[in-house]
């Protein structure tokens, strides 16, 4: 796994979005980003993260953040989990896994003693310049916001 580290830039990446709009890092140029992975959509650590960043929002977008979430799943699911919980961020619908593996979040993982191949919750926060400045290998799926206005 090959994950991307402070001082990289951002991928260039297209993907569409829980709304079927097609988002393009050269989308965010200019704007400070957080870009967080979760393995799945509606799964308990997954929700608490997505609605910890949602219910933070306004904190986070006052501190000049652009927001976007991307998990391996279809537009659709993606659709179902940002109007559940009304999030006003994009989830990118990445099931081709191009984005996941550009910025080297899937890999080999563990759970209950088996091994098998999936995403790994991390975050990525950019600069203006789309350079990362930051990587949260262990993500607080409660409290992600209150990690990240930390910085």
């Not at 297209?14 to 870009?35: A, P, Q, R, T, Y």
């Not at 191949?117 to 262990?138: A, C, L, M, P, Q």
Request: charged share 25%.
């Amino acid at each position: 796994m090959n994950t991307l580290k402070v001082g990289d830039k951002i991928p260039s990446f297209e993907c569409f979005d829980d709304k079927e709009n097609l988002i393009k890092s050269e989308n965010f140029k200019g704007h400070k980003l957080i870009v967080f992975f979760y393995p799945r959509a509606n799964t308990p650590g997954c929700t608490a993260e997505a609605c910890n960043i949602s219910e933070n929002y306004e904190n986070l977008t006052n501190a000049g953040y652009k927001i976007v979430g991307v998990s391996g799943d279809k537009v659709k699911t993606q659709n179902n989990f940002s109007s559940k919980y009304g999030f006003q961020y994009p989830l990118l619908a990445d099931e081709n896994k191009n984005i996941i593996k550009l910025f080297g979040v899937w890999g080999p993982k563990k759970f209950r003693g088996k091994e098998y191949e999936g995403i790994h919750r991390k975050t990525f926060i950019f600069d203006e310049n789309s350079v990362v400045t930051h990587v949260f290998d262990k993500v607080d799926t409660k409290n992600h916001s209150d990690q990240i206005l930390s910085l």
